[in-house]
């Protein structure tokens, strides 16, 4: 947090106040009730400072309003390697608070070495996501970060590097502040379905084109080099930055890393493995082929629990069901209401000596505020966010060997396959390897 403000005390001043002292007249500053805290509002000694790394559309229509609206938080920087987007968030929050003081810069390291900074918001592609967060805990900051991590070893090493320096991380999605989801994971928990036996996760078939590799000039605007970062080189063209790059896999994991880590989220939760996983994965189909995009086309996921339970994942409408052995809820579409085979499930109280699962009903960006100041972990911590990103990642692997995979979830690798645990991370390009924290 910033130091406290200290307000100007001038020689004068204290000549006219003693003065008035002497003859019975007390005299005091008159400070708007703002500054104290007053009416509900927060003083700014009080306030979290965030630096915003990453202000593309994301980060500027979900991420930035969000913390513009919290009187617990303060913006004092943003960052991003196209300069129009840079723009664009420096201007928003300029306005919201009627000053010009918000600091930009294209550098995250910039951001990070601000001594008056206690926190960042990271909402880059997913190949800068570990990176940039181990800097920030580097350097002393509180992280609240977008899904997914880019591998497996990555969430490895972050989780690590929260844990050692005591920092507050919250991986960055909704789904656990929306009723619905909470609900469904709250309904499943307390055995209203029985013994839980199968999940059927639906997500969205995506991109629905294969992308244009034509070599083209880079932007005026965009650091392109920055951009790729700790990613191979490549030419660029319009289809692979900004938000396509989450069908490149140099950047991200395809539909998996996007609506997977939602909906497997929420499977994960209700089925009590959020620092767990899966014991086995078995992934058919296949990749885009013949043009920029090479992630998941078509696909036909099965993962096995130890505790018996069966998790499908098929292309549709996004939706998630659970079945049990006296029923199931789930629902169909994306924070469509809880469905269920019974009015009774549907309509069942979670009593108060049942299981209460912990949310925030205003969302990550609240939750991660109340965490910096309580210093408790948030909804979706570094732990929990890793295992579902390992959920994805086990899908591409599985789908990209073309075979049925044994994992063992408590030491964290393949049973006997070593090409399979070849896969865990990759190369990194120069200077741009994981820094030791």
Same mark, same amino acid.
């Given at each position: 947090?910033?130091?406290? %403000?200290?307000?100007?005390?001038?020689?004068?001043?204290?000549?006219? @106040?003693?003065?008035?002292?002497? /003859?019975?007249?007390?005299?005091?500053?008159?400070?708007?009730?703002?500054?104290?805290?007053?009416?509900?509002?927060?003083?700014?000694?009080?306030?979290?400072?965030?630096?915003?790394?990453?202000? &593309?559309?994301?980060?500027?229509?979900?991420?930035?309003?969000?913390?513009?609206?919290?009187?617990?938080?303060?913006?004092?920087?943003?960052?991003?390697?196209?300069?129009?987007?840079?723009?664009?968030?420096?201007?928003?929050?300029? #306005?919201? %608070?009627?000053?010009?003081?918000?600091?930009?810069?294209?550098?995250?390291?910039?951001?990070?070495? !601000?001594?008056?900074?206690?926190?960042?918001?990271?909402?880059?592609?997913?190949?800068?996501?570990?990176?940039?967060?181990?800097?920030?805990?580097?350097?002393?900051? #509180?992280?609240?970060?977008?899904?997914?991590? $880019?591998?497996?070893?990555?969430?490895?090493?972050?989780?690590?590097?929260? @844990?050692?320096?005591?920092?507050?991380? =919250?991986?960055?999605?909704?789904? @656990?502040?929306?009723?619905?989801?909470?609900?469904?994971?709250? $309904?499943?928990?307390?055995? !209203?379905?029985?013994?839980? =036996? !199968?999940?059927?996760?639906?997500?969205?078939?995506?991109?629905?084109?294969?992308?244009?590799?034509?070599?083209?000039?880079?932007?005026? =605007?965009?650091? +392109?080099?920055?951009?790729?970062?700790?990613?191979?080189?490549?030419?660029?063209?319009?289809? !692979?930055?900004?938000?396509?790059?989450?069908?490149?896999?140099?950047?991200? /994991?395809?539909?998996?890393?996007?609506?997977?880590?939602?909906?497997f989220d929420?499977?994960?939760?209700?089925?009590?493995?959020?620092?767990?996983?899966?014991?086995?994965?078995?992934?058919?189909?296949?990749?885009?082929?013949?043009?920029?995009?090479?992630?998941?086309?078509? +696909?036909?996921?099965? %993962?096995? %629990?130890?505790? /018996?339970?069966?998790?499908?994942?098929?292309?549709?409408?996004?939706?998630?069901?659970?079945?049990?052995?006296?029923?199931?809820?789930?629902?169909? &579409?994306?924070?469509?209401?809880?469905?269920a085979s019974?009015?009774?499930?549907?309509?069942s109280v979670?009593?108060?000596?049942?299981?209460?699962?912990?949310?925030?009903?205003?969302?990550?960006?609240?939750?991660?505020? $109340?965490?910096?100041?309580?210093?408790?972990?948030?909804?979706?911590?570094?732990?929990?966010?890793?295992?579902?990103?390992?959920?994805?990642?086990?899908?591409?692997?599985?789908?990209?060997?073309?075979?049925?995979?044994?994992?063992?979830?408590?030491?964290?690798?393949?049973? &006997?396959?070593?090409?399979?645990?070849?896969?865990?991370?990759?190369?990194? @390009?120069?200077?741009? =390897?994981?820094?030791?924290?």
């Open positions: 947090m910033r130091a406290p %403000y200290r307000f100007a005390f001038t020689r004068r001043k204290f000549l006219k @106040r003693a003065a008035l002292i002497a /003859g019975g007249v007390a005299s005091f500053d008159i400070v708007p009730s703002v500054v104290l805290g007053r009416k509900g509002a927060v003083s700014p000694s009080n306030r979290i400072t965030i630096g915003f790394i990453g202000t &593309g559309d994301h980060g500027v229509t979900w991420n930035l309003p969000f913390y513009l609206r919290n009187p617990a938080a303060q913006i004092i920087a943003v960052c991003d390697v196209d300069s129009d987007h840079l723009l664009r968030a420096k201007e928003t929050v300029d #306005d919201h %608070y009627k000053n010009e003081d918000c600091f930009s810069t294209k550098d995250f390291r910039e951001v990070l070495t !601000r001594k008056d900074i206690d926190a960042v918001m990271i909402t880059t592609p997913d190949h800068w996501h570990t990176p940039i967060s181990l800097f920030a805990i580097q350097a002393g900051k #509180d992280v609240q970060c977008e899904k997914p991590t $880019l591998t497996i070893n990555e969430g490895k090493v972050l989780i690590d590097a929260v @844990r050692k320096h005591k920092k507050v991380f =919250q991986t960055s999605t909704e789904d @656990r502040s929306l009723p619905m989801y909470h609900r469904l994971a709250e $309904l499943v928990r307390n055995g !209203r379905i029985g013994k839980l =036996q !199968r999940i059927e996760v639906i997500l969205p078939r995506q991109p629905t084109v294969p992308g244009d590799p034509t070599p083209q000039p880079v932007p005026r =605007q965009l650091d +392109y080099e920055m951009w790729l970062g700790p990613a191979p080189f490549a030419p660029y063209t319009k289809d !692979r930055v900004h938000y396509n790059f989450r069908w490149v896999s140099d950047y991200s /994991g395809g539909i998996f890393t996007d609506w997977g880590t939602h909906l929420t499977a994960q939760w209700a089925n009590d493995t959020e620092r767990t996983g899966p014991i086995e994965v078995d992934a058919k189909g296949s990749f885009w082929e013949g043009g920029l995009y090479n992630t998941v086309k078509d +696909y036909d996921i099965a %993962y096995r %629990y130890a505790n /018996g339970v069966v998790m499908t994942c098929k292309p549709g409408t996004p939706s998630i069901k659970f079945i049990g052995s006296e029923g199931w809820v789930g629902n169909s &579409g994306w924070r469509s209401p809880v469905e019974s009015k009774a499930i549907l309509d979670i009593g108060p000596n049942e299981l209460h699962l912990y949310t925030n009903p205003k969302g990550e960006h609240d939750d991660f505020l $109340l965490c910096v100041k309580s210093r408790n972990d948030p909804y979706f911590p570094v732990d929990i966010g890793h295992r579902v990103s390992t959920v994805c990642h086990l899908a591409n692997i599985s789908l990209k060997l073309g075979r049925k995979l044994k994992w063992e979830p408590a030491k964290e690798q393949f049973v &006997g396959d070593d090409s399979a645990n070849a896969l865990l991370d990759r190369k990194r @390009r120069d200077p741009w =390897q994981l820094p030791k924290v």
